[in-house]
Every structure is written in C-alpha cells, then in structure tokens.
C-alpha cells in the first residue's frame, strides 16, 4: 500500500494564481482531512469528508475548495492565491470508527507552498 | 471552546533520561485522545490513543501515554529517551460528540533528546 500520496512536494505560486492539491489514499478510507501547518500554530482543519459526494467545512475553509468524487481522490482546490496561505499542507485518511473505536488518521508527506 | 494545550514549545532531556511531553484538554463529553510525531520534512505519524479503558496506553517505539480524567491530561511519556526521539510531538483530541469527525491538535511540541 502506499498509503497517503499527495502531489506536488513544492510549489510557488504568485498572487492570484491558481492550483490544485492533489491527495489520494488506497486504504478504503471513508474519513479524509485537508490540514494546513504554520510555524507555532499546529495544525488547523480546512476541510474533510465523510465519504465521496460528502464534505464540510473545518476550521479555516476561505480561500480553498474540495471536491471528493471518489474514496480514494480528496483534491484542495486554491482560486485565487494569497500570501496567507503560505504554509505546509497535509492531506490524512482515516476508517472513521471500526470494531476497535475510533481510529488514527493517516498522513501524507505534505505539500509545501509559498505565496509570492 | 474546545482545546489542546501543549505548554511546552520544547522539552530537552538527556539520552537515557526518562521524558514527559505534558497535553491537557479541554472538550464536552468523554474524548478520543491520540498522540503523533513529526520528523522533519514528514508527515504526522501515529503513535498511540486512548480510547476508554487502561488509563496507561501503550504504543510505538516504546511511548506511553497516561490519561487522567481528573486533570483533563493525557501526557506522553518513554522511561528512557533515545536521541532517535528527537522530533514535534502533536496531542490530538476527537470529541466524543454525535456527527463529529474533527479532530483538534495542539500546537506541537519538540522534543531534543542529548546525547
């Protein structure tokens, strides 16, 4: 299995540019996680999903949009690009609840982006 | 408002030392509680959870974690720290609360075992 993917590892973008995060898991997951990680600050929620065709917002949705078609595909989307989204993006997956309870989320390696 | 704290931004200990990376929370109803570790230029990886239970929970790599509903706590701990260790160290909390699926991280901790 390899798990959580996400492309691409870097990115610069300048104001106003757009672009997609991709993100994808092979673990049948139903539960996957959008994050962004600032120095200091820990990790807050952008957006998640329950399953394909189900998302909601987490802590910090402005700026982004997701789309889950599939339980494998969970893409972030950035319309219009800003220096306060410079950050590290991870993408996490997750069963949800199974026959041991709640289960651990899954991270992928991050994405990297810079704003300019 | 629900919360993780980690109150420490670093905790340094000498190899062979026991180490307490210290998590408190503060959330409705009974949580879900986890630890993670980050090296640099990775992603989080899980380490243990609590669940119900054993108050002390074991995990990866020889952590531990205890949980103490008194003190809304839920530090980490290893009886004998390996430079190895060295890395940020997330507390994460999931309510126990019906339709929720978040979960709540506090704000990393980095731990740097000497040699």
């Known amino acids: 299995n390899a798990g959580v993917t996400q492309t691409p590892k870097f990115r610069i973008l300048k104001i106003g540019q757009s672009m997609t995060l991709q993100c994808a898991q092979d673990?049948?997951?139903?539960?996957m996680y959008w994050y962004r990680q600032d120095p200091g600050m820990g990790l807050k929620l952008i957006y998640y999903?329950?399953?394909?065709?189900?998302?909601d917002k987490g802590e910090v949705p402005n700026g982004y949009n997701v789309s889950r078609s599939t339980t494998e595909d969970f893409p972030l989307r950035l319309e219009l690009a800003a220096p306060s989204q410079t950050s590290v993006y991870f993408c996490?997956?997750?069963?949800?609840?199974?026959?041991?309870?709640?289960?651990?989320?899954?991270f992928g390696p991050g994405t990297r982006l810079t704003v300019l | 408002a629900q919360s993780v704290a980690q109150p420490e931004d670093q905790v340094n200990v000498a190899e062979g030392n026991p180490l307490t990376v210290k998590c408190t929370y503060s959330?409705?109803?009974?949580?879900?509680l986890f630890w993670y570790v980050q090296y640099p230029n990775r992603g989080l990886q899980f380490l243990l959870k609590?669940?119900?239970?054993?108050?002390l929970v074991k995990g990866s790599y020889g952590f531990e974690a205890e949980f103490n509903k008194s003190q809304t706590s839920f530090h980490l701990k290893k009886p004998s720290a390996l430079v190895s260790d060295s890395a940020l160290y997330f507390c994460?909390?999931?309510?126990?609360?019906?339709?929720?699926?978040?979960?709540?991280f506090g704000t990393g901790t980095r731990l740097k075992v000497l040699a």
């Open positions: 996490a997956s997750s069963y949800g609840t199974s026959g041991s309870g709640v289960d651990e989320q899954f």
């Open positions: 673990m049948n997951h139903n539960y």
């Open positions: 999903s329950v399953g394909a065709g189900i998302t």
């Open positions: 959330v409705s109803g009974n949580p879900y």
């Open positions: 609590y669940i119900t239970g054993d108050n």
């Open positions: 994460a909390v999931r309510p126990f609360t019906s339709g929720t699926y978040k979960y709540i």
